[in-house]
Every structure is written in C-alpha cells, then in structure tokens.
C-alpha cells in the first residue's frame, strides 16, 4: 500500500516519498518497507533512528524523522488501525456444526452458530445467536454461551457455567473446575481431610475477555461472577465465590482467593496475591508482586508490596537502607571531628 493512500484511510496527512508499505512495526525492530509511530517527543532518539520506511507522528512533531512522515491526530490508534489493513483477514466460521462434535439433541442452538471439530455439547446447553465455539471445546450439561461469544480451542466449561454475550475466552480458559474447599478434622488423634462439595456456579457478564489458560473456580454455593466488560489476562487464578464488579483488569499470574469481592474499574497487576474474604474498593489498583491481605477501603488507590501500602510508604521502606548508611557515613565523620577536638 502507498503511503499516500494509507494516510487518507487514516485521515492523514503525508510529508515526503510516497514509499511502499507492507506491515507494521516499532521503531527500534522496524524494517525497509515497515510503518512505525511515535506519540511522545522523549523517543526521539528511536525516531532518528528507525530504519522504518513512515512514521506515523502527531501534528505537533517538530523534531523530525529519517523518513516519510504521516501526521495524525493519535499515532498509537492510527498504527492499530493500519496494522488491521496489512494484516491477513482473519479466518471465517462458518455457520455450522462440524461432522466430528457432539451435540446433545436437547441442546439449543441459536442461528448462525459454529461448532468447530471434536467439540462436546453436553445436554440442556444453551448456545446463543452468532456464537463461534471452535475445536475441542467441551461445554458441560446446563452451560448457556451468551450471543455473539467466541470460545477459542481447549476451552473447558463445567456443568452450569454461564456466558454473557460478546464474552471472547482464549485456548485453554478453565471455567467451573472445583475451588479449593476442604474441611479438617482430627479422628484419633490423625488429621481427616474432608472435601467439601463446590455446588455452585461460574457466571461473566457481557463483554468479558479472558486469556489463554486462566482458572475460575465454580463456587461452593451461589456463583463466582465476573461482572460486564472485565479484562482477565492469561494465567490468572481465581477462587470461588469471588465476586468482581465489573470494568476491571487482572493481569497475568495473579491470584485472588475465595469469596473476595473487586469493586467496579479496579486494575490488579501481575502476579499480584490477595486474601481470601476481603473487599477491594471501586477504583482501586494493586501493584505488580503485591500481597493484599485485607480489605482495601478506597481511601489508597494504589498499592504496592507485601503487605500492600501506598507508594509514599513503600518508598519509604525502600529508602531506609540508603537513609541508615547515610547516616553511619555522617555519624562516623562527627565521631573523627569530636577526636580531632579532644586533642586539642
């Protein structure tokens, strides 16, 4: 695609070569031929260096570039949008179900639903208009897949798992398996490990996205939810009877235990960890590696470390030892001045 055209698809406006390109890159890995962009004047230095071909750059750009120049309103938005055009169309379900699925006959089917190769649709399912289910996904008995929802292959759906519409679950998404409940009691004097029955459900509202081999756990009673909209990224643990309220982000390899409840727009970062049977207020964010082990009333909205506190805390913390060596220095100095004086 010619740069000329490629900058009225993007409202655009081009300085320089009209060059041919084909795809996109960043700036520092960009090749002949490739579109990059930058959006803020500290990456200069990765501008003038970029070997791409154009770069997408905002009407405010004053500090130049080794190559064409498309100016746009956002360049991150308009690089997204021209990747979309390089990028190869993105495969076609059909409408359908394959000859190798299993479909229970007592499952409802909406219209213009794809069942993809060696799927299991267990009895009383319920799959909604528009939904693409691809290959081996199993759906347990009672399951309902909201319209428009996309499963990805190796997806597993225990028995009464609920979708919302639009929901997307990348490969290897486990939603329902039981949760970590167990009672311990002691017969003679031996501890009995005694499994307590996980009889509830997992429900997502409309609009939740989840990654690739992420775990949410069925509830011991009532249902673990996962309110409209939420982000959950790959290889994230939650527990049952969590409740998350929605619009809310958790980012690879965290864990929230059992019955917590997130409030609505929170961001909990990777491989952060909280405690099981605590709330987590609207709008707040747990840092990266941090351990939550109470309640967060909304009063901090950012925490980090383990125990999570505030950042004007936590880099107090991490101050200290550079405060006490300080410290040593000086008082070691005062002690020489005090010598000094003595002998006089």
Known sequence: MKASELAVQLGGVLEGTDVELFACGGLEEARAGDLSFCKDPKHVKLVAETKASCVLLPPDWTLGAPCAIIRVEDPNHACMKAAALFAPPAPVRAPGVHPTAIVDPSVKLGVNVHIGPYTIVEKNAVVGDGAV????????????????????????????????????LHCGVRLGGDGYGYNTTFENGLPKIEKIPQLGIVELGDGVEIGSNTTIDRARIGRTYIGP?????????????????????????????????????????????????????????????????????????????????????MAAVALAPKLIQKTRAELKALKAEVAELKKV
């Open 133 to 168: 289910i691809e290959a081996q996904v199993f759906i347990g008995e009672y399951c309902e897949v909201g319209a428009g929802s996309h499963i990805y292959p190796q997806v597993t759906l225990r028995e009464g798992t609920k979708l919302g519409k639009g929901v997307i």
């Open 229 to 313: 909209m939420t982000k959950i990224d790959n290889l994230v643990q939650i527990g049952h009877n969590v409740k998350v309220a929605g619009y809310s982000g958790i980012i690879a390899q965290a864990g929230v235990a059992g019955s917590t409840q997130i409030g609505s727009g929170c961001l909990i970062w990777a491989q952060a960890g909280i405690s099981g049977h605590i709330k987590i207020a609207d709008g707040v964010q747990v840092g990266p590696q941090a351990g939550v082990p109470q309640s967060l009333d909304g009063s901090i909205k950012y925490v980090i470390g383990t125990p999570a506190t505030s950042m004007k805390d």
